[in-house]
């Protein structure tokens, strides 16, 4: 199958999958902000990068190296100064904004520190939002938002609101709602970071078992060593640059 074959439904391009290449992929990437002025910053400096299908990778690096920007480059919530994205075998700088946000939606998954949960929604609406805005009947939605809730044992907190729940179940709906569209990829930045260590190792287990389950990738920003080393392997920066790239298994302390 060529990397160029495309499936087109209702005006939307589409990549036919082919398993044997990376789910993602990444050639000279560069970000700058306030590009052309005086205060000019460049972020990312020609990033090269390949993920396999099915691959758990950690970025780790100093304050300031990039790794937030690089996870907002491949989660498109930030607009590139240069290179290539691809991502499940779709050239993204081809798609329109409009495709671009119909291939987010059902490609990419995102996890952030600090959940982002609607505050005025119940747990299960929460995660059926996103099929909701996808076009999803509401019966249907609210359905397969119950089965995944309860299937990451949330099952006895479906309609609790978020100031209602722990840390560690705030989370899980977090991670439910970043995974009810299935998507290949999944976005994580600092996702234990705000959860005490023993809440932060049953969240890193449920994400492993996610990863291992459905063949889901996961690409996770952490300033945590332990954390990262529950991956296959770390991805190293520093000024703009991946420095080195660290693969396990890594060793229990």
């Known amino acids: ?24 992929k990444i050639q000279g990437l560069h970000k700058r902000y306030n590009e052309g002025k005086s205060n000019e910053v460049h972020a990312l400096r020609g990033i ?3 993920v396999k299908r099915g691959d758990m990778m950690a970025i780790m690096g100093p304050s300031g190296c990039g790794k937030t920007t690089l996870l907002n480059m491949i989660g498109h919530l930030d607009h590139n100064s240069g290179g ?14 409009d495709e671009m946000t119909a291939f987010r939606r059902d490609n990419i998954g995102f996890i952030f ?3 982002n949960l609607f505050s005025f929604l119940t747990a299960v609406e929460n995660v059926e939002t996103p099929l909701l805005l996808k076009g999803l009947n509401s019966a249907v939605a609210r ?11 949330m ?14 179940q705030q989370q899980r709906v977090a991670v439910a709602r970043a995974l009810i569209n299935e998507p290949a990829i999944i976005l994580g930045d600092e996702p234990t970071g705000d ?11 449920m994400f492993r078992r996610i990863n291992q389950i459905n063949n889901q990738t996961f690409v996770l920003v952490t300033h945590n060593r332990w954390i990262a080393e529950k991956c296959d392997y770390i991805v190293h920066m520093i000024d703009g640059k991946i420095s080195s790239v660290e693969y396990g298994p890594f060793t229990e302390e």
């Open 113 to 115: 520190q600090l959940f």
């Open 195 to 205: 959860l005490d260590s023993t809440t932060s190792a049953e969240v890193m287990t």
């Open 48 to 50: 090269d990068l390949e």
């Open 143 to 153: 359905e397969q938002a119950k089965m995944l809730l309860r299937d990451l044992g």
């Open 84 to 97: 290539e994205i691809i991502i499940n075998n779709i050239d993204t700088n081809q798609l329109s904004d």
């Open 1 to 24: 199958m060529s990397h160029g074959e495309l499936l087109i439904i209702d005006g939307i391009r589409f990549q036919v999958y082919d398993e044997t290449l990376p789910i993602l």
């Open 155 to 168: 099952g006895d907190r479906l309609y609790h609101d978020p100031l209602e729940l722990s840390g560690g």
